[in-house]
């Protein structure tokens, strides 16, 4: 097994947190990435509270925590995600940038995908790091099932899409960490146009039965 150095940015937010726990969870050195490097600090204290050991997780700001990794992933809200990549242009170029954006609003009706005028927020990215190695994943991972739950989500599926298939390579082997087997190749970038709204299909699936759901693809072999 191949154990990068993975920076999670907006790692103080509820998806980042629990990707970055279950990275430094599977012995990948994770360092926590944050507007404010104090409180990646923290966040990085209370993942390494809860595997009972520091030695794989640290936190700073977004920047530098960019500088020293193989791979990064983008867990930050949509909101603020154009300027965010686009402020660390120069740190992204020739890294692994796993998006696992999701552009959603939220009406009285529940949620909805935003119309995003790039494609998807992962195409987006791309546009504004060219020099990145961009695919997108882990869009339909339960916040909660992260965090709060120490097995593996063997249950359900991450998909994989990306134009580069050595990048691609590398996010799909990093889903083992998660769910305990490699992602699934989903295809193109231009298909996180169709991943990223679908996980407001999930929640509001999620408020209808009070469930976490997730993704799972039948028809697959495991072995």
């Not at 409180?39 to 030695?55: D, K, M, V």
């Not at 740190?91 to 696992?100: A, G, P, Q, R, T």
């Not at 791309?126 to 695919?135: K, S």
Request: aromatic share 6%; proline share 3%.
């Amino acid at each position: 097994m191949t154990y990068y150095k993975i920076a999670v940015l907006g790692g103080t937010g509820p998806q980042g947190r629990g990707l970055a726990y279950r990275f430094a969870q599977a012995g990948h050195t994770v360092t926590v990435g944050s507007r404010r490097a104090e409180r990646a600090e923290s966040t990085a204290n209370e993942i390494a509270e809860r595997l009972g050991s520091a030695p794989f997780v640290s936190g700073t700001d977004n920047a530098t925590a960019v500088s020293g990794a193989d791979v990064v992933i983008l867990a930050v809200p949509y909101e603020g995600h154009g300027e965010l990549v686009a402020s660390l242009n120069d740190e992204l170029d020739d890294k692994v940038v796993v998006s696992c954006v999701n552009p959603l609003g939220f009406d009285k009706r529940g949620a909805y995908g935003l119309d995003v005028a790039h494609g998807s927020a992962a195409e987006e990215a791309a546009r504004l790091a060219p020099g990145a190695r961009i695919v997108g994943a882990f869009h339909h991972l339960s916040a909660v099932n992260l965090w709060k739950t120490d097995a593996l989500l063997d249950h359900e599926d991450v998909l994989v899409c990306g134009d580069d298939a050595d990048t691609k390579r590398v996010a799909i082997t990093l889903c083992r960490a998660i769910v305990g087997r490699d992602g699934i190749d989903a295809g193109p970038l231009r298909l996180a146009r169709q991943l990223e709204p679908l996980t407001a299909v999930l929640i509001n699936i999620n408020k209808t039965y009070k469930v976490k759901s997730g993704i799972r693809i039948s028809g697959m072999s495991y072995e």
